[in-house]
């Protein structure tokens, strides 16, 4: 789950640039992950590197 995680820092670290230009804190910002063709093995990984919104 390397991959995963490699991928959450990513967007993580993209929420928190976008929200630094447009004035905002990045803690107003909800990140949810996309599960709907994922593997709950898949979704209980993210969930175990802390998302806690999934649609």
Do not use: C
Not at 19 to 24: D, E, L
Not at 25 to 48: C, F, G, Q, W
Request: glycine share 10%.
């Amino acid at each position: 789950m390397k991959g995963l995680e490699a991928n959450l820092r990513s967007v993580q670290g993209r929420i928190v640039s976008a929200a630094s230009r447009a004035g905002r804190d990045p803690d107003e910002i909800t990140l949810v992950a996309v599960t709907k063709t994922r593997s709950p093995t898949i979704i209980r990984a993210a969930y175990d590197l802390g998302l806690r919104h999934f649609g």
